[in-house]
């Protein structure tokens, strides 16, 4: 059974809430049902069939094509099954999810991934800002799952985040980690300013040394981690091609707030 | 009926007699293998029956840089107890005493089981607060900051109801060597069979017991119904030719591993045939009445 695909027919004069097009919500709905669906964000009706051309069946593994950063929620509150966008998507992708997998071949707007609990969110390019952090009326980010960024991430990344891992390939944004319960990010070419202010127990792990340090994190030297050898043997075996190694310079902060969260920066 | 044999050796028709166990495995890992044995050999140690060492444990088998979750050596360890509550007590001691006093180890979960056993969840506590808890993948791993680095051991491992312990065989010979020589071989052939250890020094016991004793207290003593020296004195199950008797002893996940695993043990005692000086592969069993699982021999060697 081929992907059900939704192809945006031509740019939306406003902004779509796309988030009934999750498997949970279409299984068992017929074509009609499906177009019949609204998506609209303002007063002006809008339904699937007017926006979409459908295609396919599989409502477990659902594909939008030509979606533009106007295309909100894709994948908000997912409990399973795999969604492919080709394109770009705009706020909230996957926001809340709990289960499934999220591909984006483009970029994605702000609160990315917000309060995800669980599942992954592969995004190719950039992502806004705000991604893994706290969702609107949510007091914790992300709290489990993977978030991986092939491109850059926008300010506040994993702001608050709770548990879970956020890969970003490019650099992130100034307060990367700000308010991090616990949990991880993995910045493979380092952040802006302010990273880890207000990090309670999480980890920022850095493979280059970061241009910025805030005072309130005290060395603790550099020494072998096996943790680090445990998480490179995960990625690898997720399919992806990095490597690390186990050396770490370790500096514990933020001294500010609980000061048991840590910097791990590659050595 | 006739006697069966396999190169001269009687198989007799008995059963060993085993019974339930609740077992787990964690796979300890080092730096190099060296230092994963070590710490394995340590975590075992003294651990060959319940009925004295709390425990009935022994190495697995070793394990490659890609079969561990950290690309490390690694060592699989079996640990086995009659009831949950003793296996998680055993668990918690020995791999607070062997595994994180040893240099560079980790500890991870072997197991998936039905339900689960705490391993970092109960030794977290000696990092005293700088413990730090990490989720990768779906699991739980703790890192206890430890005078030479960090001590990385997963959160919990899983429990089987279903394992089996107290297999065994038992190998009648006309010399000491050629038992010795035997049973060697087979631990060595069971060794590399899945879900199963021989608990004992090498693996082989030659000290079988009965139930029971003439001393108040004593719950178990020699059975001397195979002694050599005590063939012309008691009710003896040896033929007078019998220099030495030799038992292997074997737990596992389930009782399928330990038959397949006593099927590998016959026939590498059997190997040397009768010519070697082993004459009779047996088993032990109390009847019938005590343990569930039942190992006939002959169906074992078919």
Redesign the interface.
């Known amino acids: 059974m081929s992907a059900l695909t939704f192809e945006l027919k031509h740019t939306p004069d406003q902004r779509l809430d796309l988030s009934p097009l999750v498997p949970a919500r279409l299984d068992g709905l017929s074509r009609k049902e499906i177009e019949a669906l609204a998506v609209n964000t303002t007063r002006t009706k809008l339904t699937v069939g007017e926006a979409f051309k459908i295609k396919g069946k599989d409502a477990e593994n659902i594909r939008f094509e030509g979606t533009d950063e106007r295309c909100d929620k894709i994948g908000a509150g997912l409990a399973g099954g795999a969604i492919v966008v080709e394109g770009d998507a705009g706020m909230l992708l996957g926001a809340k999810m709990k289960r499934g997998k999220i591909g984006v071949t483009g970029s994605t707007g702000v609160l990315t991934g917000a309060s995800m609990a669980g599942g992954e969110i592969a995004v190719r390019r950039n992502v806004g800002d705000r991604a893994g952090a706290a969702a609107f009326g949510e007091t914790m980010g992300m709290k489990g799952g993977f978030i991986s960024i092939g491109g850059d991430a926008g300010a506040l990344l994993g702001e608050r985040l709770r548990r879970g891992l956020i890969m970003v390939g490019g650099t992130a944004g100034d307060y990367a980690g700000a308010r991090m319960i616990a949990g991880t990010l993995l910045l493979k070419q380092g952040a802006g300013r302010y990273a880890g202010y207000g990090n309670r127990r999480g980890s920022l792990i850095f493979l280059e040394k970061p241009r910025n340090i805030l005072p309130t994190y005290s060395d603790c030297g550099v020494m072998e981690f096996d943790y680090l050898r445990l998480l490179e043997t995960w990625l690898r075996d997720q399919g992806l091609r990095i490597r690390f190694g186990a050396r770490a310079r370790r500096l514990m902060g933020d001294m500010a707030v609980l000061g048991k969260g840590e910097m791990l920066i590659l050595a | 009926m006739p006697e069966l044999k396999v190169k001269g050796v009687t198989i007799v028709e008995t059963f060993a007699e085993a019974f339930p166990m609740v077992g787990t495995r964690v796979i300890i ?1 080092a730096p190099t293998l060296e230092w994963a044995m070590i710490s394995a050999r340590t975590m075992t140690g003294f651990a060959t029956s319940v009925i004295a060492c709390g425990a009935e444990a022994g190495i697995e088998r070793t394990l490659s840089k890609k079969e ?5 050596p690694g060592v699989a360890v079996l640990l086995f107890t009659m009831d949950a509550d003793k296996l998680q007590k055993q668990l918690r001691n020995r791999v607070g005493q062997c595994v994180l006093t040893s240099p560079g180890s ?1 500890c991870y979960a072997g197991l998936e089981g039905e339900k689960k056993l705490k391993l970092g969840a109960s030794l977290r506590f000696f990092g005293d607060g ?1 413990q ?7 699991r739980r ?1 703790w ?1 206890i900051p430890v005078m030479g ?2 001590f ?1 051991c997963e959160d919990k491992t899983g429990l089987t109801k279903k394992a089996v312990g107290g297999g065994n065989l038992l190998v009648l010979g006309k010399s000491h060597a050629a038992v010795l020589a035997a049973c060697t071989r087979a631990v060595k052939a069971m060794s590399e069979m899945p879900d199963v250890i021989t608990p004992f020094p090498g693996g082989i016991v030659r000290s079988g017991s009965k139930v029971g004793s003439q001393y108040k207290g004593q719950i178990a003593s020699t059975n001397d119904a195979y002694c050599p020296g005590l063939k012309g004195a008691v009710k003896s199950a040896l033929p007078l030719n019998i220099e030495a008797v030799l038992e292997i002893v074997i737990d596992g996940l389930t009782a399928d591993a330990i038959h397949a695993a006593m099927h590998a043990g016959i026939h590498a005692i059997a190997k040397g045939g009768a010519r070697e000086g082993v004459t009779h592969i047996t088993a032990g069993n109390y009847g019938g009445n005590l343990g569930p699982h039942h190992f006939h021999l002959k169906e074992i060697v078919g």
Request: charged residues 25%.
């Open positions: 890992t561990t979750p950290d690309g490390r980790a700088w730090m808890s990490k989720v990768i993948g779906g791993y890192r680095g960090e990385v």
